[in-house]
């Protein structure tokens, strides 16, 4: 049987869109959840400016409650960060691990970030060394790699340097971020490949969005093409506040029942996953889309 690693991203990517708050105690009810229906990789929290993204200003404190228990000992909680002063407050709070964004495009990086893409890659080389000093690993994640709201096609040669760079910084993943959900099977084989003859062996991970119902085809693409990693989403929630019309990710519940159909190992509880989707209904008062928790699993159990 194969396997793929799965990035539970719901506390923070499925959160920092949505309209509704969410309470600190549910942010860490919810990635408690995740990890007893079996992630071991979970993007917990944002260190990014809580004036763009209030949904996320919390991080320091979800991590304090977290740090506070001791059976987590098995379990990598990341911190986002999108510059050097994000880093160094991910690493006060005690992450695992960073995961460090870039956009392929200079209108995105400008909207997200506030920067040119080549100052955010200076402040990932800062991210690096800090990160590094610490003890801890940094990937990089290139958002808008397959298409951007504001230029539109996203040249490969423009993803490919910049995972070169970031592999030449000591990242130790690249990321590949479908972020408005624009691409295809094809695109997202052709862009791996690209990337890979860049880079070598380095881990990619990959990260779909929905937004155009391509998502769990390109999650397959990815698969066959070694993906190592995959992000997904409970309940798939989720989007970017500086993506227009944007969406969530790819439903972590909706993609695990997909792999374990094609006999393909995650180590996630389907069971759980689909009690968590409705706890975010329920309980969060979100709205998740994804299929699963009303269809159910099948066989049925």
């Known amino acids: 049987m194969s396997t793929i690693e799965i990035v539970e991203v719901s506390p923070r990517d499925g959160l920092q869109n949505e309209k509704t708050a969410v309470s600190t105690e549910n942010k860490v009810a ?56 994000g880093a160094e407050r991910a690493l006060a709070a005690g992450v695992d691990e960073i995961n460090f964004a870039v956009c392929a495009t200079e209108s995105f ?23 590094k000093s610490a003890g801890k690993r940094i990937s990089l994640t290139i958002s808008v790699a397959f298409g951007c709201p504001f230029e539109g096609e996203v040249d490969p040669a423009r993803v490919r340097a910049l995972a070169e760079e970031g592999d030449a910084w000591g990242a130790f993943e690249i990321g590949i971020a479908d972020t408005i959900g624009v691409a295809d099977p094809y695109a997202v084989e052709r862009l791996m490949a690209d990337v890979r003859d860049t880079i070598g062996a380095m881990p990619l991970r990959l990260h779909f969005h929905n937004t ?56 996630y509880d389907l069971a759980r996953l689909i009690d968590t989707a409705a706890w975010l209904k329920h309980t969060c008062g979100l709205n998740p889309p994804s299929l699963l928790p009303k269809a159910g699993a099948f066989p049925a159990r």
């Open 30 to 85: 919810l990635i408690l959840r995740a990890i007893g229906a079996g992630a071991k990789r979970i993007e917990a929290a944002s260190f990014v400016s809580p004036r763009a993204v209030p949904q996320m200003a919390d991080g320091a404190e979800v991590m304090a409650r977290l740090r506070e228990r001791n059976d987590l000992a098995d379990v990598k909680l990341i911190g986002l960060a999108l510059n050097a002063r």
């Open 212 to 267: 155009r119902n391509t998502g769990y085809a390109n999650a397959f693409a990815a698969l066959r093409a070694g993906a190592a990693t995959l992000d997904a989403s409970i309940g798939g929630i989720g989007g970017c506040p500086f993506a227009p019309n944007a969406t969530g990710n790819i439903a972590t519940d909706d993609l695990v029942y997909m792999l374990g159909r094609m006999g393909v190992e995650t180590g």
């Open 109 to 131: 990086n400008k909207r997200n970030q506030n920067a040119v893409v080549a100052a955010t890659m200076a402040e990932f080389s800062k991210a690096v060394a800090m990160t």
